[in-house]
């Protein structure tokens, strides 16, 4: 069997009309790109989208993870769109997410977000590709707890003897560069523990306990890169389906619960979550809600069969209406929590910039 990695690598180099949506110019040339490497036989295959004003480059190949040719092609591909396309239109925030002049290998801590998997192809190969916009890696701590340790949303946890001995997940501790695996469903409440702090402790990959890589998160944290605000994370995520694995649908049965995440405007505010097509990746109210797509492929010895754009159902309609309603309700707090994040996470936002000039201000109470 093919051992193929699939990498899905991100970056906000620019968007139309504020934070909305990337430029259909900005695909095309980000397809072009990734064309000359297919057929250099760099890539097996690729596939450029978007969420909202994030420019996401899926691809397949067979150099592994932390590849520095794949980095550098998804690096300068990046550089490229922002000099060729986003700065020549003027689009807004151009080159946002590329906080550094020079390449020096790997895209992790440069800005890019970075999920990546390495596998052996099973004879049929179903995975599903999110992208999230307006919002933190810790978003995907909720979902995909539920798609890998609770019953209730997964079915095949207790009825499929393959899925029944569990998962381990690897969760980072991204304040302080710190990783542990605990394994479910014996620690469980210890997960829990950590999972539940979305802006610290974010889920990285997920193994069956049979050894199989399960989904891959990206994890980075660019306030915590830059020290001050520059956009908000806008998470990727690989998740493999079937055969040993869960389902498609109970995969996609955790987002129908749109649970509240960091993020949409100016990254200060908690929101939402909404599943949606590729039609509809686009962020307007509040620049939100916070938005969430998922594409399914088959892999065929490396190459992308699909995509099916899975949230484009009617489904999920009533999710999204529940999104508006909680919006809604959300927005009536205006500045106060908590619509707005906690005094720790707005410090690396644009607040500290008001407090200061009234610093002189506060006097001592006896």
Not at 12 to 37: M, T
Not at 107 to 128: D, H, K, N, Q, T
Not at 165 to 187: A, H, I, M, Q, Y
Not at 220 to 232: E, M
Request: hydrophobic share 40%; net charge negative.
């Amino acid at each position: 069997m093919l051992k193929v990695t699939v990498s899905l690598i991100k970056a906000d180099v620019g968007s139309l009309a504020g934070h909305h949506i990337v430029h259909p110019k900005q695909i095309e040339a980000a397809r072009e790109n990734l064309k000359l490497a297919a057929e250099t036989g760099l890539i097996l295959d690729f596939y450029v989208f978007n969420c909202g004003d994030d420019l996401e480059l899926l691809m397949t190949h067979t150099k592994g993870e932390d590849n520095p040719e794949i980095h550098g092609l998804a690096w300068n591909t990046f550089k490229m769109v922002t000099d060729n396309v986003s700065k020549p239109m003027k689009l807004y925030a151009a080159g946002q997410d590329l906080l550094s002049d020079a390449f020096s290998g790997n895209v992790r801590g440069l800005g890019p977000g970075v999920a990546e998997m390495e596998f052996e192809e099973r004879p049929s190969e179903p995975i599903i590709v999110f992208a999230a916009d307006k919002t933190e890696p810790g978003a995907f701590n909720l979902p995909l707890f539920r798609v890998f340790a609770d019953p209730f949303n997964t079915a095949g946890l207790v009825i499929d003897p393959r899925l029944h001995k569990g998962f381990s997940f690897t969760v980072l501790d991204v304040l302080e560069g710190l990783r542990v695996t605990l394994n479910c469903p014996e620690e469980m409440y210890d997960l829990l523990a950590l999972l539940g702090t979305t802006g610290r402790y974010v889920i990285h990959k997920i193994h069956s306990r049979e050894g199989l890589i399960a989904a891959s998160c990206s994890t980075t944290r660019l306030s915590l890169i830059a020290g001050r605000y520059v956009g908000k994370d806008d998470p990727v995520c690989i998740v493999r389906t079937q055969s040993g694995l869960p389902a498609v649908g109970e995969v996609l049965e955790a987002f129908s619960f749109p649970h509240l995440v960091a993020g949409w405007m100016r990254g200060s505010h908690y929101g939402p979550l909404m599943p949606v097509s590729l039609r509809d990746a686009k962020c307007t109210r509040f620049d939100g809600p916070p938005r969430i797509v998922a594409l399914g492929f088959q892999l065929n010895n490396g190459k992308l069969i699909g995509p099916a754009d899975l949230f484009d159902d009617p489904a999920f309609e009533y999710t999204r209406m529940k999104v508006m309603e909680i919006a809604d309700y959300m927005r009536r707090h205006g500045p106060f929590m908590p619509a707005r994040l906690g005094p720790d996470e707005m410090e690396y936002t644009t607040l500290p910039q008001v407090l200061e000039k009234l610093k002189d201000r506060f006097e001592k109470v006896k």
